[in-house]
């Protein structure tokens, strides 16, 4: 992929990804929201992370946490902002412990929980790799309202378009807002720190 290309196919993505947000945003405003009503982005999932464990939303309550799709085969924006993730939870020192970050393939077919694990050894060890078969990787796309869809490339290759939301969610597993992360890490530490 040219730089042209990876930038054309960036703003697209970033595109597609706030007009997904501003629609999931508008439909939260459209609710009555209580305490205890579940939020409209997130869901019950069945996933498997880098080391083979069984995850599920379960898994995801108790602490307020990150959640972020992707796939390892991504030029820029997901290296970018898995390493702007992994920066915010160094800044959050002792306190990450009490945070939890998720990353969830869109392209289940090339990353394994092994492709996962090898990926994710440059980033935050807090930061777990989520994956499955396509069915259920579908399943939490749709919960999360996510866009992802494949992409052919010259040669039969292929990459990804996808939503580039980083989701803040609170220790309920409701979401609380995206995540800026374009700010110093301890600007985004700080805000993850209001939900511990
Ligand atoms: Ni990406």
Redesign the pocket.
């Known amino acids: 992929m040219s730089p042209r290309t990876a930038f054309f196919a960036g703003a697209i ?1 970033f595109a597609l990804g706030a007009a997904g947000l501003a629609a999931a945003l508008l439909h939260l405003q459209g609710e009555s929201q209580t305490a205890t009503q579940a939020s409209s982005v997130g869901g019950p999932f069945i996933l498997v992370d880098q080391d083979g464990q069984a995850v599920t939303e379960a898994d995801m309550k108790g602490k307020p946490h990150l959640v972020f799709f ?2 390892t085969h ?1 030029p820029d ?2 290296p970018t902002s898995l390493y702007e993730m992994t920066q915010a939870l160094n800044a959050l020192g002792a306190d990450a412990e009490k945070t939890e970050a998720f990353f969830v393939t869109v392209d289940p077919a090339r990353d394994t929980p092994e492709a996962m694990k090898g990926y994710l050894k440059s980033f935050s060890p807090r930061i777990r790799g989520l994956t499955g078969t396509q069915e259920q990787v579908d399943g939490m796309v749709k919960a999360y309202k996510v866009y992802a869809r494949k992409q052919p490339l010259e040669g039969g290759d292929y990459t ?1 378009d ?1 939503t ?1 939301v980083v989701y803040l969610m609170d220790r309920n597993g409701n979401f609380v807002a995206p995540l800026n992360l374009k700010r110093s890490p301890e600007e985004v530490a700080a805000e993850i720190r209001r939900y511990i």
């Open positions: 993505v992707g796939f991504c924006v997901c990804m996808h580039a």
